[in-house]
């Protein structure tokens, strides 16, 4: 690849203020940012990782950008759970709509539903879907949905990690506990205390890997390297651990932060790292001289 103007801008700066009667002005803490060059560099790459929950790992071969997983990144699937109405109401009243799920707050979650006579069962399901989907409780964990005499909820993921560019979802494990029961009361139509499990949950698990196959942006292989200068950027909440045979060893990264390694020899040895995240998501920008 060609490249040109390789650089690395190193700075931590603050301004102090004086607190002492009649003083004012400000004083900067640090230095200016520094501004190191690699002109010799001609290979460079960008790695991103995304790490389901349970602190799976991965491995950076930092001189030619392959990656492997510690396991096979599976997607995992939302759960589904279907209630189906059925019967026509014969009296006004109200129905009570019961959704229960293991760790939902109030579960299990009583939601009142008036209907009138002469509502078919399809007219009456969507008052439910109406009503469940305006429950704060019940919206924040699932999709409401369906259509006819289908009640459905799909259970959201419990968290979704985003660059701006790629998401990953990470759906968690099916939950055996949840139910939506219909109770008539003096409706007339007819009682479902049952609910199908239309589609059993699958918990996201592993790491996945975007630009890991040891290619540069334009599809030709990276050959093997020395790096210049590595940039690690966690933009997740949570922290991760990069472990290296030298220098790198140990290394925790908080959410939301960046580590520069530029220049010198902080990079002296370092071949292969092991990256170890949950929930969260790293990029690795590597510059490097073949």
């Not at 002109?39 to 799976?56: H, I, L, M, Q, T």
């Not at 939902?104 to 539903?113: N, Q």
């Not at 940039?231 to 472990?243: K, P, S, V």
Request: charged fraction near 10%.
């Amino acid at each position: 690849m060609n490249l040109a103007n390789s650089r690395a801008t190193l700075g931590l700066t603050t301004k102090a203020t004086p607190t002492s009667t009649a003083v004012n002005g400000s004083v900067q803490i640090g230095d200016n940012p520094q501004t190191i060059t690699f002109p010799d560099a001609n290979v460079g790459y960008s790695v991103r990782a995304f790490f389901a929950a349970g602190a799976p790992t991965f491995a950076l071969a930092l001189t030619t950008g392959a990656t492997t997983g510690s396991t096979a990144f599976v997607t995992g699937v939302a759960q589904v759970e279907t209630a189906t109405a059925a019967g026509t109401c014969t009296t006004s009243g109200d129905i009570t709509v019961t959704v229960t799920s293991a760790g939902m707050t109030g579960s299990p979650l009583a939601v009142t539903v008036p209907i009138v006579a002469t509502d078919t069962a399809a007219t009456w399901a969507g008052k439910v879907r109406t009503a469940l989907a305006a429950n704060a409780t019940i919206a924040a964990r699932f999709t409401v949905s369906g259509t006819t005499t289908a009640i459905i909820l799909t259970r959201k993921p419990g968290q979704v990690l985003t660059d701006g560019v790629n998401s990953v979802n990470l759906f968690v494990a099916n939950d055996s506990t949840l139910n939506i029961a219909i109770a008539a009361g003096t409706t007339g139509i007819t009682a479902a205390p049952t609910s199908a499990n239309t589609t059993a949950g699958t918990v996201t698990s592993g790491v996945h890997i975007h630009d890991g196959d040891a290619k540069d942006f334009e599809g030709v292989t990276i050959p093997t390297c020395v790096p210049n200068a590595v940039l690690f950027a966690n933009g997740g909440t949570n922290a991760l651990e990069i472990d290296g045979g030298g220098t790198l060893a140990n290394l925790d990264i908080e959410g939301g932060s960046s580590i520069l390694f530029a220049g010198g020899n902080v990079l002296t040895g370092e071949t292969a790292l092991t990256i170890v995240g949950s929930s969260t998501y790293l990029t690795v920008t590597v510059l490097a001289q073949a």
